[in-house]
């Protein structure tokens, strides 16, 4: 047993958090920036940070993860980072030619209270910043939220520097994508291009952290969201935001600075999360839906009843990010799976509660949900009684191994397996993807504990 | 005529890397840095040459630049992660936001036994932390950490807490060692605090520096009971990454040492309390626990060794260090019966695999001790190692525990806690004889690390805290067969087109200490430097572009 200290018994903890569901701030806002085409992310803080946090980018997507530092002594923490902040400034310019860097904060530099803009500002007057070069950043203190919050604020702060007002509106969607992956970005840009939708999609991590291998490294690959293409998102005629904890705040802002409607739906994982997604796409934009969206439509919902009777009445544990866990949730209930537990870390609110409740009400037996809990409670309640399924990053391999439950990979971070970064789960194909793996996981199961004489080849 | 026999004569002199002048490369490599960054990084980078003892100065543990995008991580990191990392029945508690204990969580692959130790206990795959927010900050943390201590003891019932400090928790001015003190009277167990703020020194490096401290003051010598056995050791500075001390705690076991503690790879809380019952301490990663063993060295009088288990020749070598030690006939005859019995199956391996790395070069930038050891394997499998460094070293680790009165102590290791330690009334027990500890001395036995450096070949290249832009130019510049260093680098090397080696996490493989990890770390090389992989770069219409006309459209 690997996790053999923890009771089944579950006491109430107002102090001791144990095995987290959340990271912090630092690292989605590193992961958000990562998703502008030529920057460089840049920690204000101790090295430390940015070295956990490209450590774990890297291993996540097994990419290279370009980040920089202030590097905070003793001495930058009681007199403040300035002089850090600058020299890094002056130094990433000259040695790595980005065209953008995008400062974070961190629980120390927020401590202290350094005023990043204030620091940028004198960068500028200093001429640190090359003509035509940008500095922006996010506020994004670890001891509030959680990664999630983080990627938020960075998002946002691409619109507070970057989108431009215009009176005149172009034919151009802005989509915003919660905190996912690289594949997930590309299949939702794949989607409106199959309905005929120009858009900017920001960030974008596609193509960055998910490159090829060509024999040459490239400290800025080739995807991203281009500066030019931030600034023309207020010149858009409306923006669809993808998942509201991670994209709700830089849309309201597009749309409070620049003008740009919003819509903020579900990350589009399932059926209905894809239709709602497709169907404000297409009302915004005023086109018709194609053909072959019907088709991909189409061949979902054909798995989804071929392979109906695995999925009915099976319980399944989902612990991670708040803005996947409604979406999967709705998905899992629309095909008559139960959704028994629900734990994210990110502290989401009463409205995220509500939303699950609402998601869950017609399940036939008691939901548990938990915003701010971790993955010890996750466990207790599973011990209390099992499921048949657990969906969830690579640290509950421990609790399916020690519970021996078969268990689908999915949210953040998945740190032993690859082809996250390559295979979307959202849209209609994702959902096909997310079906496959858990019938695998269920199928396999059935299979490994079947007698010889209950094994089929069938089964 | 003169002066052409003499340039000769000093162009004779001058070192070479492959053919090239190493001091001009040096020079082209910094002179995309702004000048000044140029002046203070032109000091870490160093041509080696070696004269005699002498080798040159290396300037290293200085403040990183901000914004050259390196390797290094924090004092918590060194602390929580690495010295403390690997003790599975402490609950360790991280106070502080959520990310430090979340990034630290399983994250360095120290395997361990518990079934080794009565109770079991093993803690190393759970996270602990506070998870502190906004109104911790504003209004203090300590309420918060005793109330998470508590709830600790009354879960998972361990032998011993201990509090790990992040940045904001220095900044509010927590105190986490009175916390500590009041909660270990009120619970009766142990509980102590590590002041290692991420800010603190300038790498890793002081979180191992105050790891040692608060284990030597809270836990050694806690416990006097005395194990059975000959030969008692502990092991220091060996972290169990992919099983090495297991293969070494085998080695032991057949030659008949007694290991007391190892710090900290597969340890427990109690083995560490009885420590100083052991008659030598051995040193494996020298810059990480050397404190340690120099405070036990004053406290108890054991004398220590460096040992180094990395490479099959080395440890012969160090297995005959430790018989020497012990100057008994019997324990040298067990060594030597051991080394005849394992070598036969790693000469074996390496005369296959030999021919196909014989001649290869590599690089390897990484921690304050690997960058040395892992020589020693290339060298056994006769490749070169053209340039290499330390992530976090001191001059010693570089230049030999000879430069150690030559170090200035500066503001960033000044606030780093120095311990005065005196001899132990009642524990202090001479293991030797003054003759006998003479004698040893002479040989360059005892408390004594020769250093990288002088085991390195004239013009490599040494890097301390090397860059991601320098790393980058000396791939480009000397296309090395592999690249060794940590998981941040991994990829950016392999987009390259070059293989890389990761000696942190050993990429998941290993043991690759003693005997048996020699004959793996060689497979590893030959599959690495082999693979086909880097051949499929192209795809055939970009290596023959050119159409056949049969079939070309208009």
């Given amino acids: ?459 | 005529m003169a002066k052409a026999a003499k340039d000769q004569e000093m162009e004779k002199e001058k070192v070479k890397l492959e053919g090239m002048d190493p001091e001009k490369m040096k020079e082209e490599m910094l002179s995309k840095y702004p000048t000044k960054v140029a002046r203070k990084r032109a000091k870490g980078i160093v041509v080696n040459r070696v004269e005699g003892e002498k080798v040159p100065q290396i300037q290293s543990n200085v403040r990183t630049v901000p914004g050259l995008i390196g390797q290094r991580g924090c004092c918590y990191a060194g602390c929580k992660g690495v010295v403390l990392g690997p003790t599975r029945d402490i609950v360790n508690i991280t106070h502080g936001p959520i990310g430090c204990g979340f990034y630290s969580w399983l994250t360095r692959r120290n395997q361990t036994d518990a079934s080794t130790t009565p109770d079991g206990h093993n803690f190393m795959p759970y996270c602990f932390s506070t998870d502190m927010q906004d109104e911790e900050i504003i209004f203090g943390g300590e309420k918060k950490l005793k109330q998470a201590i508590q709830e600790a003891y009354d879960i998972f019932h361990p032998k011993a807490i201990a509090v790990f400090a992040t940045c904001p928790v220095g900044l509010i001015g927590d105190d986490i060692h009175t916390v500590c003190r009041e909660m270990k009277k009120k619970l009766g167990i142990n509980v102590f605090g590590f002041s290692c703020e991420g800010y603190k020194g300038v790498s890793q490096s002081a979180g191992h520096h105050i790891a040692n401290n608060e284990i030597f003051k809270h836990v050694i010598g806690t416990n006097d009971e005395v194990d059975e056995g000959e030969y008692k050791v502990n092991l220091l500075g060996e972290y169990n990454i992919g099983g090495d001390a297991f293969e070494i705690e085998r080695l032991f076991d057949k030659c008949g040492l007694h290991l007391v503690s190892t710090f900290s790879g597969n340890s427990s809380y109690d083995k560490f309390a009885k420590a100083h019952t052991a008659d030598l301490n051995m040193i494996m990663c020298h810059r990480s626990i050397n404190y340690v063993a120099e405070m036990m060295e004053t406290k108890y009088g054991i004398p220590w060794i460096k040992v180094n288990f990395i490479g099959a020749e080395a440890t012969a070598k160090s297995l005959r260090k430790i018989a020497r030690y012990f100057e008994d006939p019997k324990l040298m005859e067990r060594v030597e019966a051991l080394i005849a019995e394992e070598m036969p199956a790693v000469e074996k391996a390496r005369d296959e695999i030999r021919p196909r790395t014989e001649g290869k070069r590599a690089m390897m930038f990484v921690g304050g001790s690997r960058a040395h050891h892992y020589q020693e394997l290339f060298n056994e499998l006769g490749m070169t190692t053209i340039s290499a460094g330390y992530e976090f070293a001191h001059r010693d680790d570089y230049e030999g525990r000879k430069v150690l009165s030559e170090i200035k102590v500066d503001a960033d290791s000044r606030n780093i806690e120095e311990l005065k330690v005196e001899p132990d009334e009642k524990r202090y027990r001479p293991r030797k004889t003054p003759d006998q500890l003479e004698k040893l001395t002479a040989e360059n036995l005892l408390a004594d690390y020769e250093g990288m450096m002088p085991q390195m070949n004239d013009g490599a290249m040494v890097i301390d805290d090397i860059t991601q832009y320098e790393a980058d130019w000396l791939i480009e510049t000397f296309q090395p067969d592999i690249f060794c260093a940590g998981i941040k680098e991994k990829y950016a090397v392999q987009k390259h087109g070059i293989p890389m080696k990761q000696l942190h996490s050993y990429d998941y493989g290993g043991p690759y200490a003693g005997f048996t990890g020699a004959i793996n770390f060689y497979k590893e090389i030959d599959r690495m430097v082999h693979s086909k992989v880097w051949r499929y770069i192209k795809a055939p219409w970009q290596e023959h572009p050119e159409l056949a006309a049969t079939y070309a459209w208009d």
């Fill in chain 1, 1 to 459: 047993m690997l996790l053999k200290h923890t009771p089944t018994e579950v006491h109430e903890r107002k102090a001791l958090t144990v095995n987290p569901a959340k990271t912090c701030q630092p690292i989605g806002a590193m992961y958000a920036a990562l998703g502008i085409h030529g920057c460089l992310p840049h920690s204000h803080g101790s090295q430390g940070c940015y070295a956990y946090h490209r450590s774990t980018l890297t291993r996540h997507y097994k990419e290279p993860v370009m980040a920089a530092t202030s590097a905070f002594t003793e001495g930058a923490s009681v007199f403040g980072g300035q002089a850090n902040l600058l020299q890094a400034i002056n130094n990433m310019f000259t040695v790595y030619d980005p065209e953008v860097i995008a400062v974070h904060t961190t629980c120390l530099s927020e401590t202290i209270g350094d005023d990043i803009p204030q620091i940028a500002r004198k960068a500028l007057n200093d001429g640190k910043i090359p003509e035509g070069k940008y500095v922006i950043h996010a506020s994004t203190p670890s001891y509030v939220g959680s990664h999630v919050t983080g990627y938020s604020n960075m998002v946002k702060g691409m619109v507070d520097y970057f989108s431009e007002t215009s009176e005149h509106k172009s034919k151009v969607i802005n989509l915003i994508p919660g905190f996912v992956e690289p594949a997930d970005m590309e299949e939702i840009k794949r989607i409106a291009d199959e309905m005929g939708i120009k858009h900017i999609l920001f960030p974008d991590t596609s193509k960055v952290l998910n490159g090829p291998m060509t024999g040459k490294f490239k400290m800025y690959p080739e995807g991203g969201v281009t500066v030019a293409d931030l600034k023309r998102t207020g010149a858009s005629m409306g923006t669809v935001a993808m998942g509201r904890i991670a994209t709700m705040a830089a849309a309201r802002a597009l749309d409070a600075k620049c003008k740009v409607g919003c819509e903020i739906i579900d990350l589009p994982i399932g059926l209905h999360a894809t239709d709602l997604f497709v169907d404000t796409l297409r009302q915004m934009a005023g086109v018709n839906v194609p053909d072959s969206i019907n088709f991909e439509r189409g061949q979902l919902l054909d798995v989804i009843s071929d392979m109906h009777q695995y999925f009915y009445g099976k319980r399944v544990g989902l612990v991670g990010d708040p803005d996947q866990l409604l979406a999967l949730t709705k998905f899992l209930v629309s095909i008559d799976m139960v959704p028994a537990y629900a734990v994210t870390g990110t502290p989401a609110g009463k409205k995220w509660v509500k939303a699950m409740e609402e998601a869950t009400a017609d399940v036939p037996r008691e939901v548990k949900i938990k915003s701010g809990g971790d993955m010890f409670l996750f466990h207790q309640w599973i011990k209390n009684q099992p499921v048949d399924l657990v969906i969830g990053n690579s640290y509950v391999k421990y609790i399916a191994k020690d519970e021996d439950i078969p268990y689908v990979r999915h949210g953040f971070p998945i740190l032993d397996r690859v082809g996250h970064g390559y295979f979307p789960t959202v849209g209609y194909k994702g959902g096909l993807r997310l079906l496959e793996k858990i019938l695998d996981a269920l199928m396999d199961r059935q299979d490994r504990d079947a007698s010889d004489i209950d094994f089929e080849l069938v089964m």
